[in-house]
């Protein structure tokens, strides 16, 4: 199965470089290029891409809008938003999480790390580079301000959802914040990588996460981590 990718950069050497990279896998196509997010938003309506590499800052409309408007789009929900930066530090990644994004890598990431982040994000898991630790996590959405209702849309993070968290899918949600893998989980908690995945899936679905990393919001957002 091919991965349909769309480049989303106002610097056009870089969606050049990118595209090469890209393209010269055999299971992955780059199938358009936005100079900012309006025009982002058009392409992935008009080439179903399976995903978007977005930069954060673009002219027009940035990337945290512009994955605002893709995640939140019934039409578009199987496309995912991997964010690209160069501020990984920066509280506009947390923006780009509660917008929808499914993780971000540093612009300076190598091509093979960033082959292997396009193809895990395609799959449905989320991706936080490794300077994405826990606190950096943790002290940004704690301090930045809760979501706008458009955000909140997007995310369908429900606090009313905690309730119907059990007590093993509440631990289970802990861990995954603390960036903890299904394979770490299993581990830890004494189950089977597939029964902690089961788990974590079942989190998602209860707490309306479209992949781990919304989970991860969810989890700071509703006091399970960073306590």
Avoid at 4 to 19: E, H, K, S
Avoid at 75 to 103: K, N, P, Q, Y
Avoid at 116 to 122: I, K, L
Wanted: charged share 25%.
């Amino acid at each position: 199965m091919t991965i349909r990718i769309l480049l989303a950069d106002d610097q056009a050497l870089l969606r050049a470089t990118f595209r090469l990279l890209l393209d010269a896998e055999p299971d992955i196509e780059v199938v358009g290029e936005a100079a900012n997010g309006a025009e982002a938003v058009d392409l992935a309506r008009r080439t179903r891409a399976d995903l978007v590499l977005m930069d954060i800052r673009m002219p027009e409309m940035d990337g945290i809008e512009a994955t605002r408007r893709i995640t939140g789009d019934d039409d578009l929900a199987g496309v995912r938003v991997l964010i690209l930066t160069t501020f990984e530090t920066d509280e506009f990644v947390v923006s780009a999480l509660h917008a929808g994004a499914s993780g971000f890598l540093g612009k300076g990431v190598n091509p093979e790390d960033l082959l292997q982040a396009v193809r895990t994000v395609a799959a449905g898991e989320s991706l936080l580079s490794p300077s994405a630790t826990t606190a950096l996590i943790e002290r940004f959405l704690a301090q930045s301000p809760a979501p706008g209702p458009q955000a909140q849309a997007a995310s369908s993070h429900r606090p009313e959802a905690l309730a119907d968290l059990t007590p093993r899918e509440r631990e289970i949600t802990v861990l995954v914040a603390a960036g903890l893998s299904n394979d770490e989980i299993g581990v830890r908690l004494f189950i089977s990588s597939s029964t902690a995945k089961t788990h974590v899936n079942r989190a998602m679905m209860k707490t309306g996460s479209r992949d781990r990393a919304q989970l991860v919001v969810f989890a700071y957002e509703n006091g399970l981590a960073g306590g």
